[in-house]
């Protein structure tokens, strides 16, 4: 079992930058044996994958429109995953959601693949 608590959201302004927590506990299994990735779910839209690092960092990919402003990281010896995020956009609005995934995936990960959830922060960017 493994449960996940994002931290960071905020309001900021547009070209403004925000740093996201995802911090992980489990049973069973350590949280560096899991990939985790980070989506987004805008108003009025469905979840969207933002990027992926594998267990031990050494893989990332990011979505298109965030390739450039985001970096994801991870630190496990402190069971938590990063998502610096620089230079946003008011398109960028959105509620953030860390999640896990047992196999070891990499790339976009479509979140029914993802097998933990957290509970997500709101992102607001004002133009």
């Known amino acids: 079992q493994v449960q996940l608590v994002e931290s960071g959201g905020g309001l900021v302004q547009a070209g403004g930058s925000l740093r996201l927590s995802c911090s992980c506990t489990?049973?069973?299994?350590?949280?560096?044996?899991?990939?985790m990735a980070w989506f987004r779910q805008a108003p009025g839209k469905g979840r969207e994958w933002i990027s992926t690092?594998?267990?031990?960092?050494?893989?990332?990919a990011y979505t298109d429109s965030v390739k450039g402003r985001f970096t994801i990281s991870r630190d496990n010896a402190k069971h938590t995953v990063y998502l610096r995020m620089n230079t946003l956009k008011p398109e960028d609005t959105a509620v953030y959601y860390c999640?896990?995934?047992?196999?070891?995936?990499?790339?976009?990960?479509?979140?029914?693949?993802?097998?933990?959830w957290g509970q997500g922060t709101q992102v607001t960017v004002s133009s």
């Open positions: 690092i594998t267990y031990s960092g050494g893989t990332t």
């Open positions: 489990a049973s069973g299994r350590t949280c560096s044996s899991y990939v």
């Open positions: 999640a896990a995934a047992a196999r070891p995936y990499s790339g976009s990960i479509p979140d029914s693949l993802m097998d933990y």
